[in-house]
């Protein structure tokens, strides 16, 4: 079973520039998280979709970062305009159905290493 | 809203010395608790969980971490490091799916 992936790895791009992150979740998991996690520190929660739906955007940082998730599937999490504090990692995760104790383990992808310059 | 702290940002043990990573919480439910590790360029991996029932839980690769309510810990060790657990370890607390996670603690292991 494949597990989340996400692309792309690396982005590098100037400080008003636009990004897409895009983020694959296990297949079958409705649940899917972003995080991200600025050098050194924790990581920090930004949102969760339940299938297509927003559960919980409360750690989203201002309305530069939009989050979409069209057909419950894949999820996109697009910076724009970027500036230098977007810079750290972008972790994605997902989980199965919200029935069950297996709704807590969170499957976590590789992450995507944004540098805004 | 729950939280986690974790005490110390880097340890530094000689292999073969007992790994200990501190790891504290704050909930309001009983909580669900989790270390993940990562290691380098890559993403974070389960190492073990507390949901509930035993306390004392064993995870992957030698680790295990106690659940103390009276003490809202939940630290991590291992009676004998090896090189290979060279990496940086994250606790988190979990009360209905969304994670809250510690600032990480960056283990060293000296040869």
């Known amino acids: 079973e494949a597990g989340v992936t996400q692309f792309p790895s690396h982005s590098v791009i100037e400080k008003g520039q636009t990004v897409t992150l895009r983020c694959d979740p296990i297949?079958?998991?409705?649940?899917l998280y972003w995080y991200r996690r600025v050098m050194g520190k924790e990581i920090k929660f930004l949102l969760h979709f339940v299938k297509e739906s927003k559960q919980d955007e409360s750690g989203m940082p201002n309305n530069r970062f939009l989050a979409e998730r069209t057909g419950g599937t894949y999820s996109t999490l697009k910076v724009q305009p970027a500036e230098l504090e977007d810079s750290g990692v972008y972790f994605c995760?997902?989980?199965?159905?919200?029935?069950?104790?297996?709704?807590?383990?969170?499957?976590f992808g590789p992450g995507t290493r944004l540098t805004v310059t | 809203a729950q939280s986690v702290t974790q005490l110390g940002s880097h340890v530094s043990v000689s292999e073969g010395a007992l790994v200990l990573l501190r790891c504290n919480y704050s909930?309001?439910?009983?909580?669900?608790l989790f270390w993940y590790v990562q290691y380098p360029n890559q993403g974070l991996q389960l190492l073990l969980k507390y949901t509930t029932g035993a306390t004392l839980v064993k995870g992957i690769n030698g680790f295990e971490a106690e659940f103390k309510k009276s003490e809202t810990s939940f630290h991590l060790t291992k009676p004998s490091a090896h090189m290979s657990d060279a990496a940086e370890y994250f606790c988190?607390?979990?009360?209905?799916?969304?994670?809250?996670f510690g600032a990480g603690t960056r283990l060293t292991v000296k040869p």
């Open positions: 988190a607390v979990s009360e209905w799916g969304d994670m809250r």
């Open positions: 909930s309001s439910v009983p909580p669900y």
């Open positions: 995760a997902s989980s199965p159905s919200i029935l069950g104790l297996a709704e807590y383990e969170q499957y």
């Open positions: 297949s079958g998991h409705d649940n």
